[in-house]
C-alpha cells in the first residue's frame, strides 16, 4: 500500500468532488491560499496521503502527529518546531490523524497556532466532527466529507498493484469481485489483500470466492475496531475482570488500545462493569470509574491511558456482586407487570385540604422520629405483597448491607407482629 501510495493529487481516486477541476482543494491550491481543515471520512479513502500532497503542492512542510500516541508535550513540540520554521519563512502543514481522540483542551491548544498562521492544520477523523470535535476548532477549519471508494476506483488500485507487480492477481471474476465486497470502500485494505495475494508462488491458479476468503481468513488482521475482533477482545477484557484478573486485563487493554480501539468507548464499558459486575460489593468502583474516564478527557492520549489502566486494576481486584443488576431487572419486570397500582395512600403528598380528607399522607410514620430511625412501614403499592429484588451477596461492602438488611426485616417482622 506504502509503494503505490499516490505521488501527486492527481493520482488520488475516488474524490474526484474535492480534487476535480471544480473541486474545493482544487480551487484553494489554484488561490493559493489553503485553509486549515478537517478532513473526514471512512478508514482508507486517502485522508494521509491527500494532507501529504497539499503540502508539496502548498510549499509547506509536513509534519505529524496521530492523536492516538500523541500527548500534550508531542503537540507543544510540533508547535514549537512550526514556530522556529516560521523566523526562518518556511511554513507547516501540521496532519493530526484521529484528531477526534484528543479531548476538548487538547483541541483548544491548537486554537492560538490556527489563528495567528503557526500552522495549517489538517486534522483527519472518522467521527462526526459536529459531535467529536470542539466549536471553536470547527469554525476555524473547512470540513470536507472524503468519500467510500466505489468499485470503479478499488479496480484502479487493483490495477496499479498488477502493473506494480508485473503480473495479474490470481483470481476468476467473481472473486474479484469478492476482494472489492470485502474492501467495503477502504483502499488501504484492498491493497494489503492484494499484497498477499501477489505474495503467492506465480504458478498459483486462480482463485474462487470461496478460496479467496479461506486464504483471507487465515491472514487476517487480530485487530479491527469495525469488525468482529472489536467484540472479541472487549468481552475478554470484561471476562478477565469479572474473573478477578488484573494480568489478563490489563493485557487485553493494552491490545485494544495499541490496535487503535477509543480509549473513551473502554472508560464506557469499565463504567458499566463498575456497575453491573461489582456493584455494591465495592461502591467505590463506579466513582473510580467517573474519575478514570474523566481523567482521560482531561489528559488525551497517552498519558490519560494511565487511568484507564488503574482502574482496570481496581475493578480487576475488587470485590464482585451483580446483585444489584439483577435487582433492577426483577425490579423493572414487576413494574411493568403492575404498571397501574397507586402508591399507599399514607406516602402520598397532601398539598391541599381536599387530598388531606381524602387520606393522603394518613398514618405515615417519619422514620427519624422512629426507634432505630426505622419505622417498617409497607412502601409497594395497595394490593402487591412485598417483594425482595435486591439480595446482597456476603462479598466486599455488601456483607455489611446484607446485615443491615437482614435487621430491619426482623424489626419490620416484629412491628407487623405488634400492629396485629
Not at 466505489?150 to 498493484?161: G, I
Not at 483470481?171 to 470502500?185: K, Q, S, T
Not at 508462488?201 to 472489536?230: K, N, V
Request: net charge neutral; aromatic share 6%.
Amino acid at each position: 500500500a506504502d509503494r503505490l501510495r499516490p505521488r501527486t493529487l492527481g493520482e488520488v481516486v475516488g474524490q474526484d468532488h474535492l480534487l476535480g477541476p471544480e473541486g474545493a482543494l482544487s480551487r484553494m491550491l489554484a488561490r493559493g491560499s489553503l485553509a486549515s481543515l478537517i478532513l473526514w471520512g471512512p478508514p482508507g479513502v486517502g485522508k494521509t496521503t491527500i494532507a501529504r500532497l497539499l503540502a508539496a503542492e502548498a510549499g509547506l512542510v509536513f509534519a505529524s502527529l496521530s492523536a492516538v500516541f500523541s500527548g500534550v508535550a508531542d503537540l507543544k513540540r510540533a508547535f514549537d518546531e512550526a514556530r522556529a520554521r516560521r523566523r526562518m519563512g518556511q511554513g507547516t502543514l501540521l496532519f493530526v490523524d484521529e484528531i477526534h481522540r484528543f479531548n476538548r483542551a487538547q483541541q483548544d491548544g491548537f486554537l492560538p497556532v490556527v489563528e495567528d498562521g503557526t500552522i495549517t492544520l489538517v486534522g483527519a477523523t472518522t467521527e462526526n466532527p459536529s459531535f467529536e470535535l470542539n466549536g471553536a476548532l470547527l469554525s476555524r477549519c473547512q470540513v470536507l466529507v472524503l468519500r467510500r471508494l466505489d468499485d470503479a476506483a478499488l479496480d484502479l488500485l487493483l490495477a496499479r498493484a498488477e502493473a506494480e507487480a508485473d503480473r495479474a492477481l490470481p483470481l476468476d471474476d467473481a472473486a474479484r469481485a469478492a476482494l472489492r465486497a470485502m474492501a467495503d470502500g477502504d483502499g488501504r485494505y484492498l491493497l494489503n489483500m492484494a499484497e498477499q495475494l501477489l505474495a503467492l508462488p506465480a504458478d498459483q491458479a486462480p482463485l474462487t470466492p470461496a478460496g479467496l476468503t479461506e486464504l483471507l481468513a487465515r491472514r487476517a488482521a487480530l485487530y479491527d475496531r469495525d469488525r468482529e475482533e472489536h467484540y472479541n477482545l472487549i468481552s475478554a477484557l470484561h471476562k478477565s475482570l469479572r474473573g478477578s484478573d488484573p494480568d489478563a486485563a490489563l493485557y487485553w487493554l493494552a491490545r485494544m488500545l495499541q490496535g487503535g480501539e477509543d480509549p473513551r468507548y473502554i472508560a464506557r464499558r469499565l463504567t458499566r462493569f463498575a456497575a453491573e459486575d461489582v456493584g455494591m460489593a465495592d461502591p467505590r468502583a463506579l466513582p473510580l470509574a467517573i474519575a478514570a474516564w474523566e481523567t482521560y478527557e482531561r489528559l488525551g492520549s497517552p498519558e490519560g491511558e494511565l487511568a484507564l489502566a488503574q482502574l482496570v486494576v481496581h475493578l480487576g481486584t475488587a470485590p464482585k456482586s451483580n446483585a444489584v443488576y439483577v435487582a433492577w431487572g426483577e425490579a423493572r419486570r414487576a413494574a411493568k407487570e403492575t404498571g397501574s397500582l397507586m402508591p399507599p395512600k399514607h406516602i402520598l403528598n397532601a398539598p391541599t385540604a381536599l387530598m388531606k380528607d381524602l387520606g393522603y399522607g394518613r398514618g405515615y410514620a417519619y422514620d427519624h422520629d422512629e426507634a432505630e430511625g426505622f419505622s417498617g412501614q409497607d412502601y409497594f403499592p395497595e394490593g402487591m405483597e412485598r417483594r425482595q429484588f435486591y439480595r446482597p451477596t456476603e462479598r466486599g461492602a455488601e456483607a455489611a448491607v446484607r446485615e443491615r438488611l437482614a435487621h430491619w426485616a426482623a424489626l419490620r417482622a416484629k412491628k407487623s407482629k405488634t400492629k396485629r
